[in-house]
T-cell receptor, first 114, second 114 residues
Framework: GAVVSQHPSWVICKSGTSVKIECRSLDFQATTMFWYRQFPKQSLMLMATSNEGSKATYEQGVEKDKFLINHASLTLSTLTVTSAHPEDSSFYIC??????????FGPGTRLTVT | DAKTTQPPSMDCAEGRAANLPCNHSTISGNEYVYWYRQIHSQGPQYIIHGLKNNETNEMASLIITEDRKSSTLILPHATLRDTAVYYCIVRVGSATDSWGKLQFGAGTQVVVTP
């Protein structure tokens, strides 16, 4: 199946700083990419949907100014957590899909804000 | 998208078939049944999907009842590596929905024991 990578796989940052997470589709061009967040012992929660070259669509309750999403190309989307706080510590997972095909997930990025 | 109901957990003996039920009584005519699984601390993995006919692939079989209000995912010969949370998701199919958002529920924690 299609491969989606994320970088970094884990990151620790200090409160108040920003951190960028990359999501890449390695062997296909993704028409759409998604970002999810997962807290311990909870299910995945969709944060936003992004199409290449257009602004991301955020789910209700997700602060778009805090979670900046850039989908600059068909193989790369980035999520920047700005002014991170301890409550932003979570497992962030991206996924990518081609129109008419299934959604493939990255391995996730563990963010810890101290 | 239609809501799904799954048992929170189930155990299965290694080498035996694992039958995972899912209820989706409010499913619409154009909604597909998708199954994903998530092994601990990894991104979800696509398993199978179907509309109304039973489906089989190298990973599993999907049995959908005639009224489409419920389905069963069958792992024919469970292994220890099948221990994961299994998610049943109902949504408009990827062929018709260019965005293809997935809304994850709580899923079923499957533990395969030796």
């Amino acid at each position: 199946g299609a491969v989606v990578s994320q970088h970094p796989s884990w990151v620790i940052c200090k409160s108040g700083t920003s951190v960028k997470i990359e999501c890449r589709s390695l062997d296909f061009q993704a028409t759409t990419m998604f970002w999810y967040r997962q807290f311990p012992k909870q299910s995945l929660m969709l944060m936003a949907t992004s199409n290449e070259g257009s602004k991301a669509t955020y789910e209700q309750g997700v602060e778009k100014d805090k979670f900046l999403i850039n989908h600059a190309s068909l193989t790369l989307s980035t999520l920047t957590v700005t002014s991170a706080h301890p409550e932003d510590s979570s497992f962030y997972i991206c996924s990518a899909k081609i129109r008419g095909h299934e959604q493939y997930f990255g391995p996730g990025t563990r963010l810890t804000v101290t | 998208d239609a809501k799904t109901t799954q048992p929170p957990s189930m155990d299965c003996a290694e080498g035996r078939a694992a039958n995972l039920p899912c209820n989706h009584s409010t499913i619409s005519g154009n909604e597909y049944v998708y199954w994903y699984r998530q092994i601990h601390s990894q991104g979800p993995q696509y398993i199978i999907h179907g509309l109304k006919n039973n489906e089989t692939n190298e990973m599993a079989s999907l049995i959908i009842t005639e009224d489409r209000k419920s389905s069963t995912l069958i792992l024919p010969h469970a292994t220890l590596r099948d221990t994961a949370v299994y998610y049943c998701i109902v949504r408009v199919g990827s062929a018709t929905d260019s965005w293809g958002k997935l809304q994850f529920g709580a899923g079923t924690q499957v533990v395969v024991t030796p």
